[in-house]
């Protein structure tokens, strides 16, 4: 199960002040980021292990653990993609580049799938955010206003094909379980 990128969590765990006070950070500087790259999403990897993963003892807990496989398979995804490559690169990913970044990442494909949707995702909610400050309208301070924000403006940023893409794709998901 891979984690929620911003938080570090996934998205059954209650938030505490502290992570809100984190998302508000990572959210507001998503906003202001005038694009979203593979770039950007590493740095809120690392920033999201922060202090964790250099406390002694707190490098094998799950959580870390699997943190630093979705950094090692970024970094990968970076190298063949480039670190400026966006969700429409990610999306154009052929076997080939797919079976480079198995390699070096040591992950399968079924992971890499996983982090090109997760990716897409946090495109979306980067286009819903820089929508949303160029309308002067606020943009949420914890996960759960932003699940609301994403469901109410997630039609205001995406063009039909986008949506019905969108779709396709959580019907193809539903049928794969």
């Known amino acids: 199960k891979i984690k929620n990128a911003v938080t570090g969590g996934d998205s059954s765990t209650p938030s505490s002040a502290g992570q809100d006070e984190a998302y508000t950070k990572q959210i507001t500087e998503m906003s202001k980021a005038k694009t979203w790259s593979l770039n950007h999403f590493n740095q809120q990897i690392k920033d999201s292990m922060g202090w964790k993963a250099k406390l002694p003892g707190m490098g094998g807990t799950d ?20 670190s400026e490559a966006d969700a429409s690169v990610l999306k154009e990913l052929g076997r080939k580049e797919k079976l480079q970044i198995c390699l070096k990442s040591e992950a399968d494909l079924k992971e890499i799938n996983e982090l090109v949707a997760q990716f897409q995702s946090m495109d979306i909610m980067h286009r819903i955010l820089r929508y949303r400050v160029e309308n002067g309208k606020s943009i949420p301070t914890n996960e759960e206003s932003a699940k609301t924000m994403m469901q109410k403006e997630v039609k205001n940023v995406l063009s039909d094909g986008e949506m019905k893409e969108m ?3 959580r ?4 049928k794969g379980r």
């Open 171 to 174: 019907m193809k998901l539903m």
């Open 63 to 82: 959580q870390v653990k699997q943190m630093k496989a979705m950094q090692s398979l970024i970094e990968a995804t970076m190298e063949v993609a480039g």
């Open 167 to 169: 779709r396709r794709q």
